[in-house]
């Protein structure tokens, strides 16, 4: 059982925006940084949002990252077909000394 | 550009001992950390751990107990080992650099997963 708690699923139609949320515990999420990490099938995870909103060089706008409290959210907005994929997110939980994931959400674009 | 490749067995059996290697280019492995990270088939990403530019290691506790993770810096390579194999421990195995540090802009602090092997599955059976 993940630390942090994802929607095992969401969806949304082309060009449509959906969020995918991940919420954790205050002795996990209050205090960390939450990155998101996408899984397109068949590929290892690549890392979309780092520190709750921060986007690495070559990752679209219309991913963004937000957290407010113990609950961290990811937008995706202008959804597309090749945005189908698993999102995952995660933290360095200091209690636990570790890296903890969300149980990930699979996005289907409809 | 930094390039991370698994490899090993990919069939192990019960009670022996699973190993695989994570060779590294395009950086040394006397930087940054190196983790490992699986993901059983159809299931989530779980972390096992990484070793340090030091060598100090830290391990998930699921896994504390059994797993060794080791670094060649002759060969730019770092591995992992995890005893007393069980059907539980058949995933997709993941090596990744993670990288820590600070903005220069405005000081905040990140740390996260920024390169990632392709993955090898390992499957554990007789």
């Known amino acids: 059982q993940s630390v942090l708690t994802q929607p095992p699923s969401a969806s949304g139609t082309p060009g449509q925006r959906v969020t995918i949320s991940c919420s954790g515990s205050s002795s996990s999420l209050g205090r960390i940084n939450v990155n998101w990490y996408q899984q397109s099938p068949g590929t290892a995870p690549k890392v979309l949002i780092y520190t709750n909103n921060r986007r690495p060089s070559g990752v679209p706008g219309r991913f963004s990252g937000s957290k407010s409290g113990t609950s961290a959210s990811l937008a995706i907005s202008g959804l597309q077909s090749e945005d189908e994929a698993d999102y995952y997110c995660?933290?360095?939980?200091?209690?636990?000394?570790?890296?903890?994931f969300g149980g990930g959400t699979k996005l289907t674009v409809l | 550009q930094v390039q991370l490749q698994e490899s090993g067995p990919g069939l192990v059996k019960p009670s022996e001992t699973l190993s695989l290697t994570c060779a590294v280019s395009?950086?040394?492995?006397?930087?940054?950390?190196w983790n490992w990270i699986r993901q059983p088939p159809g299931k989530g990403l779980e972390w096992i751990g990484y070793?340090?530019?030091?060598?100090?290691?830290n391990y998930s506790p699921s896994v504390k107990s059994r797993a060794t993770i080791s670094v060649d810096t002759s060969k730019n390579q770092f591995s992992l080992k995890l005893s007393s194999a069980t059907a539980a421990d058949t995933a997709v195995y993941y090596c990744a650099r993670s990288i820590e540090g600070w903005e220069l802009y405005d000081s905040t602090g990140f740390y996260y997963f920024d390169y990632w092997g392709q993955g090898t599955l390992v499957t554990v059976s007789s």
């Open positions: 395009g950086d040394s492995v006397n930087n940054h950390k």
């Open positions: 995660a933290a360095w939980d200091d209690s636990l000394n570790g890296w903890v």
């Open positions: 070793i340090d530019y030091s060598g100090s290691t």
